[in-house]
Every structure is written in structure tokens, then in C-alpha cells.
């Protein structure tokens, strides 16, 4: 009979029929054991001082197991001697800061004389230093029931797009709950931050609830610096999480088991649902896949729980959930950007205006498909509405006093401010600027507000009244007809022909100087 080692249950069974007083030859006939056996168990027995009366239980039968199948081990071989003698200088090869490759380690101890089987050196390494040994780990237990989701994207495959007619990969995001492993799986043609927002709102809209935490893979749109103790999320799914009052976990690089309950769940989604079948489009992938999660995944007998995940959820998981969003998350674009010298940042190719203090500062942006909102620090400084790649959103009040005007080509400003030096001048603004393309003169109309400012508005008034009555529509003329009548004044005073009253003006002649009739002109008219 071939060598066989008694289990515990076979050893109690000996031991049982021999304190019930049977023979050692119907032991071994009826309990398929060598007679030598056996008599070997029983001396241990009666060494143990076992009696009919005695209880068998587990401790004694080991102890009687002990005694039989103990066995002394064999002296060492010459070979594992020699590595015994140097196990520290193997421990310090092996474990240093760059460690040596075993290979390596078997050259350099033939040369020191240690003539060993790399074999032999192998088992030593394993056994006596742990090398290579493969990690204990513990089994995490099922989070509470509405606590934790777990997220994944996996590749199904390639489906012809009917809107090109080329073949497109189709990937999956894949959320399963922790406690009762109900799934939920979105099809997509991308791995962006809009689609991952897009799937877990289809996933909540599912399950008709949002979990409290969420364990996501090292996905770039998710996770921007992976780090095992602090990873950086992205600040536009930060936002979703914020929205949706869920808090985010990424599991660290290249570590499946930080997400097992949704990792293993990958091939079984593309070789059940996807492998084999005919889909038209990816709206007919995404509503078969709805239908699939239903019926298919979320009714058989899970491998781990054994229990059906869409009957537990629906009883012990989703009274724990919290509400499902009503409203459609917004997915935002931030971005930094600098406030340019016009006033203007520029997001997304389109230009929004600041005040002229941010002018050179380092901002901010939110946009979202509404508004446009922009930060200074942690401070909100301003919000456009969301313009189309081109376009600008400009308030008039960022720019100068002064300034708007001319950058809006306000031409109803301009006379305004024309009337408020002079009627006459205002009326000269507006013929000025009245026409089809009024901006092209409107830097004329500036240097007539200059001229204002310059000769001062009753002789750029007496000066635009002689224009207009010759129609001649010219700010140069203008500004020449101030400068020689200037001229001419100051030469006039240089010369003594022109006098400056002093204050208050008084008439030099008598009032009778002015009369433009004689004295006797109102009897000779009588006479007639």
C-alpha cells in the first residue's frame, strides 16, 4: 500500500474504534489503514494514556498525531551549510537599497568559493530571507450598505459608427456597489472628465441614489498628480464631487486590489454583454447595456455573496442611498489665464473683459455652458456670460473713464458730450458724425472735444458756427481758423491795437457813440 498520511478525522477515527475495544486487524480492514499504522497510533494512544472513558477531542488527537507523524529533520547539506555561514552577507546583497539580482549574487559567491546550485541558492533565498516571498494581505470586509461605489473604465471592443462609418472603440465606465455588487455600466466613446461626469449622473439616475464615497481609478481626467497618501483631484470633477456631495477616493497606481469589487468585474462585463453581438451605434450599446444590467447581471448568483445583487439592493442598499439628482451637472472647463493689456483674458477662444487693476494678474477661470466666472486667489472678481470661440463679452465699465466710448464706437456719447461744451459744437459733432460709417470719423470728433479743452469752448464755438454756415464739415480747418485767430490776437496785443478791459468792464465812449442816427432824424422823418 502506498505511503498516505492520516488526516485528523482518520486518526479520530482509529482511535475511536480502538477505545471501543475493536482488533487492530479490523481497524485496518474496515478503516482502509496499514496494520502497522495502526499499531503505531495505538502505542502513541497508550503512551498518551488514553482510556475508554475519555473524551476525544481535537487537543489529544493531535498530540497522539504529533507523536506518530513528527519527524526529526535531516542535517543540512554541505551546500546549505556554506549559505548558512554567509547569511548576513546574503541578507545585505539582497536587501540593500538597489539590490542585486540573484544571478548576480550566485557569480559573486563562486568566486568567493561557495560552490552552490543556483537552485539551491533560490530555495535558500526563500525560505531562510523571505526573498521574493509574496505579500500576506487581509480580506476588507463590505463597506455599509449606501456607502461606498466603486468605478472603472474597461475596453468591450469596436463598433461601426453609422455617423462615419468607421469603426470606433467603445470603452465602459463600470460602477458597482460595495455591499451589494448591483452594476451599472456606460458605454462611450471617451475617457474625458465630461464623459465620466456623464456616466456616473446615468449611474445615480440608475440606482436612484448617490452613494457617500466613491473609489475611481487614476484616471486623468479625474485624478491630475496620483499620489498614494495625497493624490491631486481635478478641479472640474472636484466640482461635480462638491455638486454632488460625494467624496472621492482614487485607488493608488497600478494597485487592482484597492478596487477588487469592480476590477474583476471588467472581462465579465465584455465577454457577457459585449463579445458576439451586433450593435447599431453606441445609443443602441448604451440601451442594451441598461437592459443587460437588469436582467442578466443584477439577477444571478453573485460569486462572492451568493446572493442575487438587484433583490439586495433594492431591500437592504437602497433605503441607506442618498437622493438622486434632479437637476443635469454642468460640467465646467478651469483654467489659469492672464489678463492682458486690452482689458481682455481669453478662455476657451473666446475674450472676456476686466477691470483695468488686473491688468498683468495671474486669474482663475469657471466656465461652464452658461457663464464664464472668474477668480483673483480665492476671491470672485467677475461673471460674462459664455460666448462662442470668437466671440468677446466686453462690460463697458472695465475700460477707463473716458475709453468705452471709443472701444463700443458709441457715437450717441460723443455728441452728448459735445452738447455739454456747446450747442453749436454738439450740432457740428452730429453732422459730423451722421452717415453710414460714423466710427470712421470718430477720432475726428475726439480732437474737437481736444480743441474744447484747448482754446476753450466760446472759440471753438464761434469757430464751429462759421463752418456750418459754409458747410465745410473739417476739425483741421477748424483747428487752423483757432490757431491764426490766436495768432493774430497775440500780435494785436503786442502791438497795442487790442486793449483787455480791465474788470468790470466798462464802456470807454458814451452811449450816444452808439446811435446809428442822427440827432435830427426822428423830425425829418415826422416832416415827411
Known sequence: MAYRELTMIDIKEVLRRWLAGHAVRQIAREGGVDRKTVRRYVHAAQVCELEPVCELSDELVHQVALRVQSRTLPAPSEQRSQLLERREQL????????????????????????????????????????????????????????????????????????????????????????????????????????????????????????????????????VTRPDPLSPTISQAFLDYAQARDLFTDPARVRHPKDKPRVENQVPYVRESFFAGEDFHGLEDVQARALAWCLEVAGTRVHGTTRQLPLPTYEQQEKPHMKPAPVTVFDVPHWADAKVHPDHHVQVLRALYSLPTRYIGERVRVRADSRTVRIYLGTGLIKVHPRMAPGKRSTDPDDYPKGKSAYAFRNVDELIERAHKRSEIVGAFAFRLLEGPLPWTRMRQAYALLRLCDKYGAARVEAACRRALAFDVLDVRRIERMLKTALVDETQAVERGKLVQLPLPARFARSTDSFETRGRGSDDEEESR
Open 91 to 222: 541578507r545585505d546583497w539582497l536587501e540593500a537599497e538597489e539590490p542585486l539580482r540573484l544571478s548576480k549574487v550566485h557569480v559573486l559567491l563562486e568566486r568567493r568559493g561557495v560552490q552552490v546550485s543556483y537552485s539551491t541558492l533560490r530555495r535558500f533565498a526563500i525560505e531562510e530571507l523571505g526573498w521574493r516571498k509574496r505579500p500576506v494581505t487581509v480580506r476588507l470586509d463590505d463597506p455599509p450598505p449606501g456607502q461606498e461605489a466603486q468605478a472603472d473604465f474597461g475596453r468591450l471592443g469596436m463598433i461601426v459608427d453609422p455617423a462615419t462609418g468607421k469603426r470606433r472603440t467603445v470603452w465602459a465606465l463600470i460602477v458597482t456597489l460595495s455591499f451589494s455588487r448591483h452594476m451599472f455600466v456606460w458605454p462611450t466613446y471617451r475617457q474625458t472628465t465630461e464623459a465620466v461626469c456623464e456616466g456616473l449622473e446615468a449611474a445615480w439616475r440608475f440606482f436612484d441614489g448617490v452613494v457617500a464615497r466613491l473609489v475611481v481609478d487614476n484616471l486623468k481626467p479625474v
